[in-house]
């Protein structure tokens, strides 16, 4: 197994990433000196990478297996082998989250703050424990703020000689210019319905109708096909917000449903936090010298660790609901898409063949014009969201919308 079978459908990006990890093996092993100019700027091989594409696409995948393959320590590439064996050590901690070298950030807040940012790169800084790179893969770059990416600006510019930067967001757009013109960039495709129906059957062990079933009404996003597919609660959410549409006839259905989609939002949010505060929490209290749920008092001067991390935990609430709802909206977006599709005689690739009968039913009630309105109006209630309106608000103005249409 390559450390490139989880990337789906990217058979051009993994060949591109293949070269360049060559060529970085090629500069560790001395045939090349790594810590000059020239024969870095003459391989496939750079310090800064970025990764666009749409959701689902496999950026952040990418990004980890370019990682996996740089740290590769098998004997076969003195053979003159690729190297990403995804066997030896290198590869296998790097793609397990346990090398020294790699270090992976994700945040499950609103933003990436200066403070993170230039945590990131002190270490960056560092030479690498084992002798090959030092491999930084930031997940969420679109989630930089204006004076973390300024932060980081520098550490691309004049980088480490070892270090590489490995950068993930949506697109091109969600990162600051100064930033992307220093780094080589790689766009992904959205995969094939077909090749994520395959992975999730092959590597996740799914049924093959469930399969071609969670990857149709997903359109090739990967890893909201592999949720849909295994969680059963994931799947009676999607059946909730695909029934919207035929409850916005008046103004009290347009209000309720708004207010089930915001709750719902909300349950999960709880969800994650009975999940994860709890445990946090405790964990702080216990490193702090408080004994493990006994509620004691925390030693004096230890207030304001457990404030911040109770900050943290409302900002994580805060993007949980966020991101809860947003997927509900891109479920929403896909039925009225459908329905475009079938109002102008399209039948090809619909992803929401299971509800039918509810597609056509809204399809032969109106216009196309008014289904691109009622499409905008979701576009429109997701940049209300991302402008901090309160989601309650957002959410009723996008359902009265679709009901006037």
Request: charged share 25%; with cysteine; proline share 4%.
């Amino acid at each position: 197994m390559a450390v490139w079978d989880d990337l789906v459908g990217q058979d051009r990006v993994a060949a591109q990433l293949t070269a360049a990890a060559r060529d970085a093996d090629v500069l560790v092993t001395g045939a090349a000196d790594a810590s000059a100019a020239e024969p870095m700027a003459s391989s496939k091989m750079t310090h800064a990478w970025l990764f666009t594409g749409p959701p689902g696409s496999g950026r952040s995948t990418a990004a980890r297996a370019f990682a996996a393959a740089l740290q590769c320590v098998s004997p076969d590439r003195a053979l003159g082998g690729a190297p990403g064996c995804g066997f030896c050590d290198g590869c296998h901690t790097a793609l397990v989250g346990t090398h020294a070298d790699v270090e992976v950030v994700r945040t499950d807040m609103l933003t990436i703050g200066v403070k993170e940012t230039r945590d990131l790169v002190r270490r960056a800084q560092l030479s690498p424990a084992g002798g090959r790179w030092q491999v930084i893969v930031m997940e969420d770059a679109d989630r930089l703020t204006e004076g973390a990416g300024n932060v980081l600006l520098k550490a691309v510019e004049e980088p480490a000689p070892r270090t590489v930067w490995l950068l993930c967001a949506p697109s091109l757009e969600d990162v600051l210019p100064t930033i992307r013109s220093r780094c080589r960039l790689l766009t992904l495709r959205t995969p094939s319905v077909d090749a994520v129906a395959d992975v999730l059957v092959r590597r996740d062990g799914i049924d093959p109708g469930l399969a071609a079933s969670a990857a149709r009404a997903t359109q090739g996003h990967i890893g909201r096909a592999r949720r849909l597919a295994t969680d059963e609660r994931a799947r009676t959410r999607r059946a909730a917000v695909l029934k919207l549409p035929l409850r916005v006839d008046d103004v009290g259905g347009c209000l309720k449903a708004a207010q089930e989609l915001v709750d719902a939002a909300a349950e999960d949010a709880k969800q994650v936090a009975e999940e994860i505060d709890t445990k946090e929490t405790e964990e702080l209290r216990a490193a702090l010298g408080a004994a493990a749920g006994t509620g004691g008092r925390l030693p004096r001067g230890t207030a304001g660790a457990m404030k911040d991390l109770q900050d943290r935990q409302k900002r994580r609430a805060t993007r949980t609901q966020r991101d809860s709802l947003d997927l509900a909206l891109t479920d929403l977006t896909a039925f009225y898409r459908d329905v475009l599709a079938l109002q102008l005689g399209s039948e090809v690739a619909l992803a929401n063949t299971d509800v039918r009968d509810a597609l056509e039913r809204i399809a032969s009630g109106s216009k196309p014009e008014r289904t691109l309105r009622r499409i905008e109006a979701i576009r429109a209630c997701r940049q209300a969201l991302d402008s901090n309106v309160a989601p309650l608000l957002a959410v009723e103005a996008m359902t009265m919308a679709l009901r006037a249409g």
